[in-house]
């Protein structure tokens, strides 16, 4: 009864709204496209052809059929999705392809869509600093410093702390509210202590590589990254990829609606969720896949 009390204040509260561009210009002052990386696509992707006005906005880590679907029933006008939909050039705009019915149903219903991507990975206050926040904190940098840039901005962290891996594995968990995969440096334990932290959200290997550090986080590696860091004496925790993003969008979504100053509905979609789902052995031996 309260949540539905709650979801009747909330669908009956009025929001002013404000022009597409307004909006942008305001994301944009948050974490400037100009700080993502070359190779990648963000920015504002699709603009309706009419005048947009925006009073609601979904917040999504990828913008799949089903958070479309949901951004279509609770009418919004703006989608900001964290992973570019559109990421590759588009040879042809058809009903074949998955991301090409997005791009359809996005045109087809006036939705527009905003993508920010490593610009919030490189922004003080961004995703890799949301991240870092499971770990205790004396002292935190940018791993790679944005050039000309002096205050902390730049890719991934290097986090200064002093806590046991266990310690540290259960802040994590609960910092992203989901399950992590443990993989132990040669000589590590669950009470080994760790004072370095290496952080990349998504998939890290690349930006982490060659770095002095007792343990790193991030969202996914491949075998013989993992190797090269077990080797190398450093422990890797993996939180699955966008499970070490999403959490973020919570936080964002405050940020958002008071620099909006609450003019728009900012909301975080529900249908939105990492594509891999752990799985665990019950009493009878019987794999369950865990429930949403």
Sequence with gaps: MLRSALRLRRSMAT????????????????????????????????????????ERILLTNDLTEPVLGEALEKNVDLIISYHPPIFRPLTRITMCNWKERIVVGCLANSKALYSPHTAWDK????????????V??????PLVPEPGA????????LVETSMPISQLVHALQDHIDNSVHVAYA??????????????????????????????????????????????????????????????????????????????CEVIVSEKDK???????????????????
């Design 186 to 263: 040669v000589d590590h334990h669950p009470k080994t202590f760790v004072h370095t932290v290496g952080i990349c959200a998504g998939s890290g290997g690349s930006v982490l590589k060659g770095i002095k550090a007792d343990l790193v986080i991030t969202g996914e590696m491949s075998h013989h990254e993992l190797l090269d860091f077990n080797h190398n004496g450093t422990t890797v925790l993996l939180c699955n990829h966008s499970n070490s993003e999403r959490g973020f969008l919570r936080e964002f979504q405050c940020i958002l609606k008071e620099r909006l100053q609450e003019k």
């Design 136 to 141: 205790d904190i004396k002292g935190i940098k």
């Design 274 to 292: 990492d594509p891999l789902q752990t799985a665990f052995r019950s009493n009878s031996q019987a794999v369950q896949q865990v429930k949403q």
């Design 150 to 157: 002096v205050d902390g901005t730049g890719s991934g962290r």
């Design 123 to 134: 922004v003080v206050g961004g995703v890799n600093d949301w991240l870092a926040k499971a």
């Design 15 to 54: 929001f002013s709204g404000l022009k597409l561009n307004e909006v942008v210009n305001v994301l944009e002052k948050f974490a400037p496209a100009s700080l993502a990386e070359k190779w990648d696509n963000v920015g504002l992707l699709i603009e309706p052809s009419t005048d947009k006005h925006v």
